[in-house]
């Protein structure tokens, strides 16, 4: 790929297409019987897994199917991954080698051995037997070479790294502390392809359950016609602004991250359009490609959708998919504000002209953005009240109703569509741009909303499952696919119907091949990654990774989440995000929250697993791999490696978001209510807005050092009001641990303690210290010490803990202490939230002082304006 781009030529569009598939779908497309072969084997895993999502599935498929789901699931990954994926660049395209028909039929056969030999793993109790160990092997070193061709080779050489690992653990060559004993050939197969904890672990379920379902909707989606669509809406809106195609190509791809899980397919989709107007208006080809690879990457933390991690994370974090997005929600928004803002600062200080005639004020286009947000918002809000009147009306026959009423709404809105003609994409090297008329447009797509408003309902309202609420969505537009063609032909008044169903017949089947070959890489990394997470829960190597990462860290706790963010970013230059992902929060997760407790700080996981993910994203931005940036170069023709650091500098903000939500949770809007959640947005916002102008160097006028400094000061004032305030005024006060269970006991329902425990490692022996995080529950007065499992027992000066019961709240938090040493486990502090100013109280220093920046800029732009208003 660099070959390509490194002689500062565009790709054509044929090129950019290639890339795309070869990167995200495969670059083998086989013509003939055999491309017929693989479609159709394309077609029926996409149906498959549509019926395996149905609330009939139990009607549809047999239990032994739906059991064994991921066996399937893999079987068509790797089955289609060898048909896809050539073995080397020099290997043929358009014909598909024997050796990669028995690969692909064995590596089909061996990920189905556990389906077809279920009745003798289950009476093995799952352990491998011998010829199981050996199938097993084979099967893991397929899987490796189909991750190798779908992935790139760092996915399989980090596996392999990890599986060598569990076997020569015990070998002299392997430092002392991640040293262990091994594991023999049989318990390793058995772990990593027979049970449920390597290969068809979770991340497997995950992508079985919930992605295929979101790529298929996202593939249908954009054969429908809705990428074109969003993309001239994002056009009409904001092209006529300065830097208005850099703006464009922000909300533009914000948009279509709905559609395309793929940030290298997003660059490109947008970025064919984008880029050139982007070059058009001033911005400089690198720079022009980092605007569109930063706006693409960041699709991926846009809720609802959010990419495959964030299912993950509702497994790995067990909290539902609605708080994920919640929790998600405000970093991703401000963070695309941002950006914008960015664009902005930069068509500003360049002095860059506008495209077209058009003039809009920036109010005026604000207003209208932010009015169709909000009417979107309100209708997926609104949604749920016709639904519970038609409920209460008939509840026998309340589904057929709401059928019948989103089919009126969407033949209406089709009605609408026939009026104006089918939106067609334009050619940004044109010598006169004409931007699209919002007024004029708006009709032709109206109806790609609904299969997104049936989608966010059944997420947010009916809080369904994600896999069942993709179900519905995608069913409806399997309806539309059919159906929108032969529809506008009847208003138009055609007499072409038989060709328009005809081709909507093909645009869906394409539209199902679509799905599942963009799923083929993702099925084989959630796989994967299962042997790296298989690895940890076998050999115990997280806790070995918590002891070495505090020893490099010195316990401190800023130095250890930038070595996570670090670890991230190293493993990003060669994996997916979904795979870094499952890699590092397999590993680091754990440790970020243990060490934090030892430190003071409760970090809640889900706050943990969204900084990792959020540096993860940054793997197709990170130089020198960076693939979203080697795309973008490909279609600007500028140099990669250059448009990889600038979009790495447009992207400090979604760097600096991370380290901010793990110390303010309120980012997260994690026990944040209406009034203060519409507050914490507000300053977010003004923060990012400020640290981004800091950052830039630009502000009002060009920022002198020290205003940029501070800049970034009141951005920290803004993020971490509660910095400053607990410097005046300590957070907590000291009771004696004399008095914990006592005051425990009496305390109000809500009330919080922070509990510090001392006492023996379990494996080491030494003395470690834990924070734990006491609240109050409804429990009776008197047994609340028992409910929670802290039993205390004075001895002489010290106050020591018992080993709490199995299951109650404490015992797995206590597992890796020694009860029953020599020394005692210890309450060695106690501290209650004490009375405190309200924190906000440091937006108004924060406040003042930024207009205080804000009155020296002015002052500065207008003698600059006077200036350049006399002539020479």
Request: proline content about 5%.
């Given at each position: 790929m660099a070959d390509k781009t490194s002689g500062g030529r565009a790709l054509t569009e044929e090129e950019l297409q290639d890339l795309v598939s070869s990167s995200d779908a495969g670059a083998r497309n086989p013509a003939g019987s055999v491309g017929t072969f693989l479609a159709i084997v394309a077609i029926v895993w996409s149906?498959?897994?549509?019926?395996?999502?149905?609330?009939?599935?139990?009607?549809?498929?047999?239990?032994?199917?739906?059991?064994?789901?991921?066996?399937?699931?893999?079987?068509?990954?790797?089955?289609?991954?060898?048909?896809?994926?050539?073995?080397?660049?020099?290997?043929?395209?358009?014909?598909?080698?024997?050796?990669?028909?028995?690969?692909?039929?064995?590596?089909?056969?061996?990920?189905?051995?556990?389906?077809?030999?279920?009745?003798?793993?289950?009476?093995?109790?799952?352990?491998?037997?011998?010829?199981?160990?050996?199938?097993?092997?084979?099967?893991?070193?397929?899987?490796?070479?189909?991750?190798?061709?779908?992935?790139?080779?760092?996915?399989?050489?980090?596996?392999?790294?990890?599986?060598?690992?569990?076997?020569?653990?015990?070998?002299?060559?392997?430092?002392?502390?991640?040293?262990?004993?091994?594991?023999?050939?049989?318990?390793?197969?058995?772990?990593?392809?027979?049970?449920?904890?390597?290969?068809?672990?979770?991340?497997?379920?995950?992508?079985?359950?919930?992605?295929?379902?979101?790529?298929?909707?996202?593939?249908?989606?954009?054969?429908?016609?809705?990428?074109?669509?969003f993309i001239k809406m994002a056009f009409g809106a904001l092209g006529h602004l300065r830097g208005g195609p850099a703006k464009a190509a922000v909300v533009g791809s914000a948009a279509t991250g709905l559609i395309s899980g793929s940030s290298i397919a997003n660059v490109v989709t947008t970025g064919t359009f984008t880029i050139p107007l982007m070059k058009r208006v001033g911005f400089s080809s690198e720079k022009g490609g980092a605007v569109e690879v930063a706006s693409s990457v960041n699709g991926q933390i846009m809720p609802p959708v959010m990419g495959a991690a964030a299912f993950l994370m509702v497994e790995y974090v067990g909290i539902s998919y609605v708080e994920v997005i919640t929790h998600a929600f405000l970093p991703a928004t401000i963070s695309y504000i941002a950006l914008v803002y960015i664009v902005h600062l930069e068509a500003v200080k360049n002095n860059m002209p506008t495209l077209g005639d058009r003039e809009v004020s920036m109010v005026k286009t604000v207003v209208g953005m932010l009015s169709f947000f909000l009417v979107f918002a309100g209708l997926c809000y609104g949604s749920q009240f016709p639904v519970e009147a038609v409920t209460a009306w008939a509840p026998s026959s309340a589904g057929l109703i709401m059928t019948a009423i989103v089919c009126g709404v969407y033949i209406l809105l089709l009605a609408l569509a026939a009026q104006v003609p089918d939106l067609m994409p334009d050619d940004p090297n044109a010598e006169h741009v004409e931007l699209p008329v919002i007024g004029e447009i708006y009709k032709a797509g109206l109806y790609y909303l609904l299969p997104i408003i049936v989608l966010v309902y059944f997420l947010m309202i009916e809080q369904k499952s994600p896999g069942l609420s993709a179900f519905w969505a995608t069913m409806l537009l399997f309806f539309i696919l059919l159906t929108q063609k032969p529809l506008k032909s009847i208003f138009r008044g055609e007499n072409d119907m038989v060709n328009a169903f005809r081709d909507g017949v093909v645009d869906l089947l394409q539209g199902l091949i679509d799905g599942a070959r963009n799923m083929i890489g993702i099925g084989l990394a959630t796989a994967t990654a299962g042997v790296i997470v298989g690895t940890v829960t076998l050999t115990g190597v997280g806790q070995v990774m918590a002891n070495l990462v505090e020893f490099l860290s010195g316990g401190n706790l800023i130095l250890m989440l930038i070595m996570v963010a670090l670890l991230s970013l190293i493993l990003g230059m060669g994996l997916p995000t979904t795979a870094n992902y499952i890699v590092v929060s397999s590993l680091m997760a754990g440790v970020v929250v243990e060490l934090g407790a030892q430190s003071g700080l409760i970090v809640p996981l889900i706050a943990v697993h969204l900084f990792v993910f959020y540096f993860g994203i940054m793997a197709d931005v990170t130089p020198p791999v960076g693939l979203a940036s080697f795309a973008a170069a490909a279609v600007s023709g500028g140099d990669a490696i250059r448009t990889g650091f600038i979009a790495f500098f447009y992207s400090l903000r979604t760097v600096a978001l991370p380290f901010v939500f793990i110390f303010n949770t309120d980012l997260l809007l994690i026990d944040v209510g209406w009034a203060q959640g519409i507050l914490v947005f507000i300053t977010a916002t003004i923060a990012i807005l400020v640290f981004t102008a800091g950052t830039m160097g630009y502000f009002l006028t060009r920022s002198r050092i020290y205003e940029s400094v501070a800049l970034v000061f009141i951005a920290f004032m803004l993020f971490r009001p509660d910095f400053f305030m607990d410097r005046l005024q300590p957070?907590?006060?000291?009771?004696?641990?004399?008095?914990?269970?006592?005051?425990?006991?009496?305390?109000?329902?809500?009330?919080?303690?922070?509990?510090?425990?001392?006492?023996?490692?379990?494996?080491?022996?030494?003395?470690?210290?834990?924070?734990?995080?006491?609240?109050?529950?409804?429990?009776?007065?008197?047994?609340?010490?028992?409910?929670?499992?802290?039993?205390?027992?004075?001895?002489?000066?010290?106050?020591?803990?018992?080993?709490?019961?199995?299951?109650?709240?404490?015992?797995?938090?206590?597992?890796?202490?020694?009860?029953?040493?020599?020394?005692?486990?210890?309450?060695?502090?106690?501290?209650?939230?004490a009375d405190q100013m309200p924190k906000e109280l440091v937006f108004l220093p924060a406040l003042l002082f930024l207009g205080l920046i804000i009155l020296l800029q002015r002052g500065r732009a207008g003698k600059e304006e006077k200036q350049e208003g006399v002539p020479a």
């Open positions: 149906l498959f897994q549509v019926m395996l999502a149905s609330p009939l599935s139990n009607q549809l498929l047999p239990g032994s199917v739906i059991n064994n789901s991921r066996q399937i699931h893999l079987a068509f990954a790797i089955f289609l991954a060898f048909m896809a994926y050539p073995m080397l660049k020099s290997s043929p395209r358009h014909y598909i080698p024997v050796h990669d028909w028995l690969l692909a039929l064995g590596g089909a056969f061996i990920a189905l051995y556990g389906y077809i030999f279920y009745d003798k793993i289950v009476n093995s109790g799952g352990l491998a037997d011998d010829t199981d160990k050996w199938f097993a092997l084979v099967g893991l070193i397929i899987l490796f070479e189909g991750a190798r061709r779908a992935l790139g080779p760092a996915m399989a050489i980090i596996a392999t790294i990890f599986l060598l690992y569990v076997f020569f653990g015990a070998s002299q060559a392997v430092p002392d502390v991640i040293r262990w004993k091994g594991a023999s050939l049989q318990k390793a197969m058995s772990h990593m392809w027979i049970t449920s904890e390597g290969v068809f672990g979770i991340a497997l379920g995950v992508s079985t359950k919930f992605v295929f379902l979101f790529v298929l909707f996202g593939a249908l989606l954009d054969k429908a016609g809705a990428g074109n669509y957070p907590f006060e000291d009771i004696a641990p004399a008095n914990f269970a006592e005051k425990v006991e009496s305390a109000p329902v809500g009330r919080e303690f922070r509990v510090i425990v001392s006492g023996p490692d379990f494996d080491t022996g030494e003395t470690k210290e834990t924070t734990l995080l006491v609240p109050i529950g409804d429990e009776a007065e008197g047994t609340r010490m028992e409910a929670y499992g802290l039993l205390t027992v004075e001895e002489g000066d010290e106050i020591t803990l018992e080993e709490p019961l199995f299951g109650t709240p404490y015992a797995e938090t206590f597992q890796g202490y020694d009860f029953y040493g020599d020394e005692f486990v210890t309450v060695k502090a106690v501290k209650a939230p």
